[in-house]
């Protein structure tokens, strides 16, 4: 009988210990599958780098172990594993060609120079920069570079591809084009993608799956809806989206459960504090403390009777919108399958 197909990635108990104390990752359990895209989610100094560098073989661990399509990496060095790595500031040889950059590890391994050069310029097609071979890194654009660092990272095809804070050098504008572009060649390589970021829209974009790390530990880890729209815990609904929370006591008074709850700002409703409450709703009211327009969209932070404040994202429409005016009474309703717990 044929077993399941091993995951690209397992890591097993993995636990890394920096001198000095600095327990960077604490005893992670983790499976990717073979060509999923998967972020790991989290603020600057949660693990997420030396999770990668473990993978890769930069670090090995403290305890736990490491095997790429089923076979234990552990202690492999990073050469011996099936693995790329592209980093934030690319790290491309200034003195080459962009061809002989994308080249460089087929000549590495041996490969001829045809066959090096069609390979290459493959490569580069498909991140759209087969007609800039020939110049040298240093005439193209912050963008351009990171293309062929990516280039470089995907010409003899690896089984995974570890992308470091990958578009972190980039403006908004270029980051979006970029993020399309790098979902596009996942899909169409195929290739195991693992990418790390702080910016919460980017790992969404992005990843099949991603996986929120606070402090060394994941968090949570499920699709951009799953871990957007089901948070299971106050940093989760706070890192991922607004932090919408009502603590215990407002919990308590406003849908009659004691605990955390979170609430999406753009499943809440508007209304004056007369009108009825419909069927099947929680309701809240509140005074408008704040008014932020953004064209499209308006957020109104109000403040509750009950006790803190919820984010209500209210969204332009091709009517005329009603946009309560700041210092406003209203009444906040949501229906109760939206109501969140969180665990802690
Ligand atoms: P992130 O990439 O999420 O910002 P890192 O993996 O870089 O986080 O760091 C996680 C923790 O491990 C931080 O506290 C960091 O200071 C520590 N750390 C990372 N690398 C080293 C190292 N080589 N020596 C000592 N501590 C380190
Ligand atoms: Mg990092």
Known sequence: MPSDPSPAITLRGVRKEFPGGVVAVHDLDLDIADGEFVTLLGPSGSGKTTVLRLIAGFESPTAGTISLAGRDVTRNAPFDRDVHTVFQDYALFPHLSVLRNVEYPL???????????????????????????????????????????????????????????????????????????????????????????HDQDEALTLADRVVV?????????????????????????????????????????????????SVRPEKIAISDPTDPVPAGRSAALGVVEELVYTGPTTRCVVELDAGGQLSVLLLAGPEDDKVPDRGARVRLTWRHDHEVPLHQ
Not at 142 to 168: K, S
Not at 232 to 252: D, I, K, Y
């Open 107 to 197: 000549r590495i391994a041996g490969v001829d120079r045809a066959e090096r050069r069609r390979r290459a310029l493959e490569a580069l097609a498909t991140v759209r920069l087969d007609a800039m071979a020939e110049r040298a890194p240093t005439a193209l654009s912050g963008g351009q570079r990171q293309r062929v660092a990516l280039a470089r990272a995907l010409v003899d095809r690896p089984a995974v591809l570890l992308l470091d804070e990958p578009l972190g050098a980039l403006d908004l504008k270029l980051r979006e084009q970029m993020q399309v572009e790098l979902k596009q060649i996942q899909r169409a390589s195929g290739i195991t993608f693992v990418l790390v970021t």
């Open 213 to 261: 790390f606070n402090d060394g530990r994941v968090e949570q880890a499920g699709s951009a809806q799953e871990v957007y729209e089901r948070p299971v815990s106050a940093f989760v609904a706070g890192f991922v989206g607004t932090s919408n929370v009502l603590g215990s006591e407002a919990a308590q008074a406003i849908i009659g459960r004691a605990g955390s709850w």
